[in-house]
């Protein structure tokens, strides 16, 4: 039961008010205290304006009530210095005052920072009155305060579930266009891609060529050395090729062992040197590491196709580079062929 004393009143000071009363007078401290008990606040009370500025960095103060005639740090500069802090500049300060009611007097406390002035002997209705605004005012900021800090935490929460379903599109995309062992782009984007870059040959009145390899007697190296080594072969060759491209390139893996590379504004003496770099690149290349054994240096065969000379439509094209390939590969492998426009 005492806990649950002890836990209410606690909850019922968070609350209330917190209002600081400054003044070197205790007479003066326990008559503003004794009008303002009976309303809905928290009194701290301070005998100076420097044990004040060490009060308000405890505590979050509604209201300040600091009495302008004091030692040392009279009421005017205490004022003067809250106002020079940024965290404090907001908080509001009411000056009390008894020794003058002179206009230049009041506005003095103005221009200290203070946003009212009362004199004492203090009415006791007028100072609830200012009291209650001002509390009333605090109440309403941090309410505000707290609005936004929730906003900020949700907007925060916004930005992050939106990145989040932004990676996981990407994700999703990748994998809807991209090779899971190579990374290259797949069969499924060549096939939109070519015919993206066809319209744009055709439009633009500029050659386009297409490459197709093959890693030769693959399969008796499967057999051999196992898939796992066959993948690694794939991959080393999956990087050569991307290596070896341009920007405006698109590679691809075709399926199994074949790999398709189309070249954009490029003509037959173009794309024939390219497809002899890469066989060349490949066959001398360094041997490609199995853990710390080394694999034996493979080869590729490439077949070429030409737009329009051998085809003017996507599927065609494949066709043809597919049938040089086979051709390169008939005739001995390792080699580069050309389809001939009889294949068209």
């Given at each position: 039961?005492?806990?649950?004393?002890?836990?209410?009143?606690?909850?019922?000071?968070?609350?209330?008010?917190?209002?600081?009363?400054?003044?070197?007078?205790?007479?003066?401290?326990?008559?503003?205290?004794?009008?303002?008990?009976?309303?809905?606040?928290?009194?701290?009370?301070?005998?100076?304006?420097?044990?004040?500025?060490?009060?308000?960095?405890?505590?979050?103060?509604?209201?300040?009530?600091?009495?302008?005639?004091?030692?040392?740090?009279?009421?005017?500069?205490?004022?003067?210095?809250?106002?020079?802090?940024?965290?404090?500049?907001?908080?509001?300060?009411?000056?009390?005052?008894?020794?003058?009611?002179?206009?230049?007097?009041?506005?003095?406390?103005?221009?200290?920072?203070?946003?009212?002035?009362?004199?004492?002997?203090?009415?006791?209705?007028?100072?609830?009155?200012?009291?209650?605004?001002?509390?009333?005012?605090?109440?309403?900021?941090e309410l505000l305060e707290g609005k936004n800090s929730e906003l900020n935490k949700l907007n925060v929460k916004l930005h992050e579930e939106i990145s989040k379903q932004e990676k996981i599109k990407q994700k999703l995309l990748f994998?809807?266009?991209?090779?899971?062992?190579?990374?290259?782009?797949?069969?499924?984007?060549?096939?939109?891609?070519?015919?993206?870059?066809?319209?744009?040959?055709?439009?633009?009145?500029?050659?386009?060529?297409?490459?197709?390899?093959?890693?030769?007697?693959?399969?008796?190296?499967?057999?051999?050395?196992?898939?796992?080594?066959?993948?690694?072969?794939?991959?080393?060759?999956?990087?050569?090729?991307?290596?070896?491209?341009?920007?405006?390139?698109?590679?691809?893996?075709?399926?199994?062992?074949?790999?398709?590379?189309?070249?954009?504004?490029?003509?037959?003496?173009?794309?024939?040197?390219?497809?002899?770099?890469?066989?060349?690149?490949?066959?001398?290349?360094?041997?490609?590491?199995?853990?710390?054994?080394?694999?034996?240096?493979?080869?590729?065969?490439?077949?070429?196709?030409?737009?329009?000379?051998?085809?003017?439509?996507?599927?065609?094209?494949?066709?043809?580079?597919?049938?040089?390939?086979?051709?390169?590969?008939?005739?001995?492998?390792?080699?580069?062929?050309?389809?001939?426009?009889?294949?068209?």
């Amino acid at each position: 039961l005492a806990d649950n004393t002890r836990k209410n009143k606690s909850v019922s000071n968070m609350n209330k008010s917190n209002i600081l009363i400054v003044d070197d007078d205790l007479v003066n401290l326990l008559v503003l205290e004794k009008m303002l008990k009976n309303q809905d606040l928290n009194i701290t009370k301070a005998g100076s304006g420097i044990e004040a500025l060490e009060l308000i960095e405890k505590t979050n103060f509604a209201l300040i009530l600091l009495d302008a005639q004091m030692p040392e740090l009279n009421g005017f500069e205490t004022a003067k210095k809250i106002r020079s802090s940024k965290k404090h500049r907001d908080l509001p300060i009411i000056i009390l005052s008894a020794v003058s009611k002179t206009k230049e007097f009041i506005l003095k406390g103005y221009e200290a920072g203070a946003v009212d002035y009362l004199l004492k002997p203090i009415d006791q209705f007028l100072l609830m009155s200012k009291v209650n605004v001002f509390c009333e005012l605090h109440k309403q900021k941090e309410l505000l305060e707290g609005k936004n800090s929730e906003l900020n935490k949700l907007n925060v929460k916004l930005h992050e579930e939106i990145s989040k379903q932004e990676k996981i599109k990407q994700k999703l995309l990748f994998q809807a266009i991209r090779d899971p062992l190579t990374g290259l782009f797949n069969r499924r984007y060549l096939e939109e891609s070519l015919e993206r870059e066809i319209s744009k040959a055709k439009r633009q009145k500029i050659p386009l060529g297409l490459i197709m390899l093959d890693a030769d007697h693959f399969k008796d190296f499967n057999d051999v050395y196992g898939h796992i080594a066959g993948d690694i072969v794939l991959k080393h060759l999956s990087t050569l090729l991307v290596k070896n491209s341009r920007k405006e390139d698109i590679a691809c893996r075709f399926g199994g062992e074949e790999f398709v590379l189309v070249l954009p504004g490029t003509d037959e003496i173009v794309a024939r040197k390219r497809a002899e770099d890469l066989r060349l690149i490949v066959e001398t290349g360094k041997p490609i590491l199995h853990g710390k054994k080394e694999l034996p240096n493979i080869t590729i065969s490439l077949g070429i196709a030409l737009l329009p000379e051998h085809g003017k439509t996507a599927i065609s094209l494949v066709t043809a580079a597919d049938q040089a390939l086979y051709q390169a590969k008939r005739e001995g492998r390792n080699r580069v062929i050309v389809a001939s426009t009889d294949q068209k």
